[in-house]
């Protein structure tokens, strides 16, 4: 189910290089847009922030990068350094960061909301559809690789106590794609609001999260791609102080005929096919990441029922069968005319 890097088709409309001017309790105030790339967390980070000059813009840039660096330091699993790397590899931590902490703690919650929907612990399911050519064998040989690799999922046997991060059993590892990255990005947005600046939006690989609006009260505009053509959008949708992610199957494949999507399902260890595309806005970055994952995994059906009976959490699907299913207050962030 988990996304290994959670590649989104979320794409941020374009943005005018100009002076915005506002009049604050008074006096005119000329704000610029100021946007940086980098690459980080295996995709690309895209932040944009409108301020009064170009030296106190770079400092919020560099400090909410080196803020998703910091994250990515510890929440890798591919990195032998970070914290996630070493809780895969010896299956228990001592003094666990409060980032990793948090990440797992969270994990288990949605595990838990989602009735076991998303779950972390799908890594070893991952390496062996990524790492072999399990989709060429018959299927009673994937039956039983699956079975096996099966006994360990489960995010209930990850403990936490004492300060340690622990597995109940040997061969479970975890995978933090399909929550770390909306964290990172609303981390992100709380660096740059303590540089006093007031309106910004984080983009990181597609995950955003917005702080306040755009100069003028304009809306943060983001614009979702239809699968069937990625040079068009299905819709567009507008924000203000919320996060945004969108899970997809349409993209990133573990085998050749594309019939084997990379979002599996941690209740039968095969890639889910109920939808083509989910896309979820709420108040917290990793909340919209899990959700999103989820959703996909149960189908829209289940998935709109879960995000009806969640404050503040609205949704988009697209089905299997390429109907589009919203979520009762959903409207309430499409452009006109959606």
């Not at 062996?128 to 079975?147: T, V």
């Not at 069937?228 to 993209?251: H, R, V």
């Not at 095969?270 to 959703?295: M, P, Q, R």
């Amino acid at each position: 189910m988990v996304n290994t890097d959670n590649t989104s088709e979320l794409l941020i409309g374009s943005l005018a290089i100009a002076a915005a001017v506002l009049g604050l309790s008074g006096c005119t105030v000329y704000l610029s847009r100021y946007e940086s790339t980098r690459s980080l967390m295996d995709t690309f980070v895209t932040i944009t922030i409108y301020d009064t000059d170009e030296e106190s813009a770079s400092e919020a840039l560099n400090a909410a990068f080196d803020r998703i660096e910091e994250i990515e330091k510890k929440a890798s699993i591919f990195d032998e350094t970070a914290e996630a790397f070493c809780l895969n590899r010896d299956g228990y931590l001592d003094n666990p960061s409060v980032d990793l902490l948090k990440l797992i703690k969270r994990a288990k919650e949605y595990y838990c909301l989602t009735d076991g929907y998303f779950d972390i612990t799908v890594q070893p399911l991952l390496e062996l559809w990524s790492e072999g050519e399990l989709w060429k064998e018959s299927p009673q040989e994937q039956q039983a690789k699956i079975d096996e690799a099966m006994q360990f999922v489960g995010c209930n046997n990850i403990s936490i106590r004492n300060n340690e991060i622990y597995f109940n059993m040997d061969g479970m590892k975890i995978t933090l794609g399909g929550i770390t990255k909306g964290y990172a990005a609303q981390e992100a947005l709380h660096v740059i609001a303590d540089k006093g600046i007031k309106h910004a939006l984080v983009n990181l690989g597609g995950d955003m999260s917005a702080l306040g609006d755009k100069p003028d009260d304009k809306l943060w505009q983001v614009s979702l791609v239809n699968p069937d053509d990625t040079s068009q959008s299905l819709a567009t949708f507008e924000i203000n102080d919320k996060c945004i992610a969108t899970s997809g199957n349409y993209i990133r494949y573990f085998d050749t005929d594309k019939k084997a999507g990379h979002i599996l399902s941690p209740r039968t260890g095969y890639s889910s096919s109920e939808c083509i595309s989910v896309t979820v806005i709420a108040d917290k970055g990793g909340k919209t990441d899990a959700l999103a994952t989820a959703i996909f995994v149960m189908g829209f059906e289940a998935g709109l029922k879960l995000v009806e009976s969640l404050d503040d959490v609205e949704c988009l699907i697209v089905d299997k069968d390429r109907i589009i299913h919203k979520s009762s207050g959903m409207d309430e962030f499409l452009s006109e005319g959606q």
